[in-house]
């Protein structure tokens, strides 16, 4: 099967898990209202996320060459809800364009902030980066803490929130992250020449005549544009962005040209079969999805630095 076929057979996938979320769990007593009106935008909402975390990891796996990179690694996830908690405070709503826009300067400058941390020689280290990744993120981290703690009364939200999870959001909301995901990973596919240059090195991306430095900025909003959309849906989420473009690669080889759409689409399965595992695996109990996707990505993650660490 070549690797065309194999991509449009990850449409399917998506549908048939989409289709089976819809139903999985308690049906007995799930009214028309309850499945179409409450589980299918969570559903369409966890589709969202997972493409948007799927493209971001493939977008920093090969626009940094580092397989450790992830949006919630590197930082990104962490400032994009650094972001939402300064919209929280400033009572500026999920649904408001200022919104979108704070949470995406918040992901695009934690990002860039643990690049610049991690360069040694104008090349950032797997170790480095991965350090400076964590440091960005704790740091942010203690900073929505202390918010947290000295304004109470939006805490209970941001808890979950912080813990990855999927909420009641109006069409709008939906729509709105969605239409960006969408627009991200289409900009990426157009541009997929530039990164398998840019995979290349610096130097051989110059000398073929492309601009090292464009390159990067503009991935990087990209990659940043589509977690920001993530996280304003569903708080922050772990790990898709490093486990799907991994196992999609093994299907797809190194290159661009499929790697990026397919991980959006791997996203998607990944995280609607995720959030059906949420909702009912401790029914009535839910258990934030942010927890399930690190239950599996936490040992993907030791597994993986234990190997580069090997090759290093």
Not at 235 to 245: H, N
Not at 261 to 271: I, K, N, R
């Amino acid at each position: 099967m070549n690797n065309n076929r194999k991509m449009v057979w990850l449409v399917p996938a998506v549908l048939a898990a989409a289709a089976a979320a819809l139903f999985f769990g308690a049906v007995k007593n799930a009214g028309p209202d309850i499945i179409w009106g409450l589980r299918l935008p969570r559903i369409l909402a966890a589709a969202v996320v997972g493409a948007g975390l799927g493209f971001s990891g493939s977008v920093f796996q090969g626009l940094l060459k580092n397989p450790l990179s992830d949006p919630y690694i590197l930082g990104t996830s962490a400032g994009a809800m650094a972001g939402a908690v300064l919209c929280s405070a400033l009572g500026i709503g999920r649904a408001e364009p200022l919104f979108y826009v704070v949470v995406f300067t918040g992901a695009f400058l934690a990002t860039f902030l643990t690049y610049s941390l991690a360069k040694i020689k104008n090349h950032p280290s797997v170790a480095h980066l991965v350090l400076a990744g964590v440091a960005v993120s704790t740091f942010l981290t203690a900073l929505i803490m202390l918010f947290m703690t000295l304004y109470r009364e939006h805490s209970l939200s941001l808890v979950y929130f912080l813990l990855g999870g999927f909420f009641p959001a109006d069409n709008s909301l939906l729509a709105v992250s969605g239409g960006i995901v969408a627009g991200a990973v289409g900009a990426g596919a157009m541009l997929w020449r530039y990164l398998d240059i840019f995979s290349l090195g610096e130097e051989k991306a110059s000398y073929l005549g492309a601009d090292p430095d464009m390159i990067r900025l503009a991935f990087f909003a990209l990659a940043s544009l589509a977690t920001a959309a993530a996280v304003a849906l569903a708080g922050t989420v772990g790990f898709v962005g490093l486990i799907v473009p991994h196992i999609l690669r093994l299907v797809f080889g190194a290159s661009h040209r499929r790697l990026l759409v397919s991980s959006a689409l791997g996203g998607a399965l990944f995280l609607i079969l995720a959030d059906a595992v949420a909702r009912t695996a401790a029914a009535p109990v839910e258990i934030p999805v942010g927890v399930i996707t690190a239950v599996f990505g936490a040992p993907f993650f030791i597994w993986l630095l234990r190997r580069t660490a090997g090759e290093g």
